[in-house]
T-cell receptor, first 115, second 112 residues
Framework: ETGVTQTPRHLVMGMTNKKSLKCEQHLGHNAMYWYKQSAKKPLELMFVYSLEERVENNSVPSRFSPECPNSSHLFLHLHTLQPEDSALYLC??????????????FGPGTRLTVL | LAKTTQPISMDSYEGQEVNITCSHN???????ITWYQQFPSQGPRFIIQ???TKVTNEVASLFIPADRKSSTLSLPRVSLSDTAVYYCLVVSYGGATNKLIFGTGTLLAVQP
């Protein structure tokens, strides 16, 4: 148990569906991250939020839409996905304390399958 | 960000000490060396972090030579449950967030 929870743990959706992934951290952190891990590929950083403000978007297609309503919650809204978007989506958080070695704590991930 | 290079896979037996070496020739002055562990279908878990010389915690040791161009993660007396992918990362700090660039990692397979 890392203090970062993700729901759902598994999701199957069609290409025309709209769904959302939820992440919640119970660590009092100020920074939150979305990563994508496809089969046999390294983790890819998608989005970074600091104090609810998006500070990085790594050229992610617009069919992925993040939302950070407060420092404890992070969402990833999905619409019109493609089969190649099937992957493990991981959320992480860090304290966000500037200038210090800042460990990221990962959630268990959501296994997404797009049919 | 400094690129890291580590072996794709390693095999070991229970009870042995395992050393995984990572090279990071372009490491910058402000960079730290960080190791994460990932089990299948789970998120990565922080193991250890260091800047220079030696760092030890209850899980592992990290050895960093004076030039900091490489580092070695040492796992004492591994067990079957240590079978996982181990990632070596070079991390720059200084802002409110930090950017982790994961490579392919080293798949450690521990056999009985």
């Amino acid at each position: 148990e890392t203090g970062v929870t993700q729901t759902p743990r598994h999701l199957v959706m069609g290409m025309t569906n709209k769904k959302s992934l939820k992440c919640e951290q119970h660590l009092g952190h100020n920074a939150m991250y979305w990563y994508k891990q496809s089969a046999k590929k390294p983790l890819e950083l998608m989005f970074v939020y600091s104090l609810e403000e998006r500070v990085e978007n790594n050229s992610v297609p617009s069919r992925f839409s993040p939302e950070c309503p407060n420092s404890s919650h992070l969402f990833l809204h999905l619409h019109t996905l493609q089969p190649e978007d099937s992957a493990l989506y991981l959320c992480a958080s860090s304290s966000g304390t500037s200038g210090l070695a800042d460990t990221q704590y990962f959630g268990p991930g959501t296994r997404l399958t797009v049919l | 960000l400094a690129k890291t290079t580590q072996p794709i896979s390693m095999d070991s037996y229970e009870g042995q000490e395992v050393n995984i070496t990572c090279s990071h020739n372009n490491i910058a002055t402000n960079d730290y060396i960080t190791w994460y562990q990932q089990f299948p279908s789970q998120g990565p878990r922080f193991i250890i972090q260091g800047y220079k010389t030696k760092v030890t915690n209850e899980v592992a040791s990290l050895f960093i030579p004076a030039d900091r161009k490489s580092s070695t993660l040492s796992l004492p007396r591994v067990s079957l449950s240590d079978t996982a992918v181990y990632y070596c990362l070079v991390v720059s700090y200084g802002g409110a967030t930090n950017k982790l660039i994961f490579g392919t990692g080293t798949l450690l397979a521990v056999q009985p």
